[in-house]
């Protein structure tokens, strides 16, 4: 029996420690943040690399679930008699909930394991040490610039998603399955407001990109500095980054829609 009790202690010991350790670094980049703006350079590169080398994917995947999006809304709302309102239908999937979340989802798996490897292994090469050793501040210079071109990015992206998914809908109801051109668009411009569903989805982009870029810069900054460590930080950076953008679409959604 104490030698459960230990282990829970230690358990929730360690549990407090890293929590602690995330709080501190998190308060740090907010303030770093500000500074790292004036060297705009740095922040611009990282919103190319994380941003535009994510399009391909984010296109492709936004183009899919649009035509998936489609034909579903377009068999169920057919049953009712409202197959034109499938404009609207799709529209709101994508900017309420699909875009933002599907994006936070692929943007963890693309960025956030690439931004993890990077920092794990600039920390296994004594990079940040060598930092540190000339005076150089290592948060100040190469996780800030990333955690505010992570934080930019990602809402860019899911407006891409979101609107390449439109078109992606308007190609397999209009041309495909034969709805009014007119109807789907009206239908669409009506049922869709810019600050209740858009600014929700913007909203909810901002979020999950803040929660997956600190994620993905924890796990690397803080990775043990082996190639076995950098691996399991990977790792570890898509799993949790999951389960943090699921849990904070079902907080963020209950909040807003009981607003």
Same mark, same amino acid.
């Given at each position: 029996m104490m030698a459960l009790a230990a282990r829970v202690g230690a358990g929730l010991r360690t549990l407090l420690v890293d929590v602690g350790a995330a709080t501190r670094l998190f308060l740090t980049l907010l303030a770093r943040s500000p500074r790292a703006l004036a060297r705009f350079v740095l922040v611009r590169e990282q919103i190319f690399y994380l941003g535009n080398r994510s399009l391909s994917i984010i296109g492709v995947s936004g183009l899919f679930v649009g035509f998936v999006l489609a034909l579903q809304g377009y068999y169920t709302l057919q049953r009712y008699g409202s197959a034109e309102a499938v404009g609207m239908l799709v529209a709101l999937s994508l900017v309420r909930e699909l875009g933002p979340v599907v994006t936070a989802l692929l943007f963890? @798996?693309?960025?956030?394991?690439?931004?993890?490897?990077?920092?794990?292994?600039?920390?296994?090469?004594? +990079?940040?040490?060598?930092?540190? &050793? &000339?005076?150089?501040?290592?948060? +100040?210079?190469?996780?800030?610039?990333?955690f505010l071109g992570g934080f930019i990015a990602m809402p860019l992206l899911a407006a891409v998603f979101s609107a390449v998914g439109i078109i992606g809908g308007w190609l397999v109801a209009v041309p495909l399955i034969g709805i009014d051109a007119g109807a789907f668009w009206s239908q669409m411009q009506g049922g869709v407001e810019v600050?209740?569903?858009?600014?929700? @989805?913007?909203?909810?982009?901002?979020? =999950?990109?803040? !929660?997956?870029? =600190?994620?993905?810069?924890? +796990?690397?900054? %803080?990775?043990? $500095? !082996? $190639?076995?460590?950098?691996?399991?930080?990977? %790792?570890?950076t898509v799993v949790l980054s999951s389960l943090a953008v699921l849990a904070l679409d079902f907080m963020l959604t209950a909040t807003m829609f009981s607003i």
């Open positions: 963890a @798996g693309r960025a956030g394991t690439s931004l993890t490897a990077e920092i794990g292994l600039m920390k296994a090469g004594e +990079q940040l040490t060598a930092m540190e &050793m &000339m005076a150089v501040d290592p948060v +100040q210079r190469v996780l800030a610039p990333r600050w209740a569903d858009v600014g929700n @989805g913007v909203i909810k982009s901002l979020v =999950f990109g803040l !929660t997956v870029t =600190f994620v993905a810069l924890l +796990q690397g900054y %803080t990775c043990k $500095p !082996t $190639p076995e460590g950098v691996s399991a930080a990977t %790792t570890r």
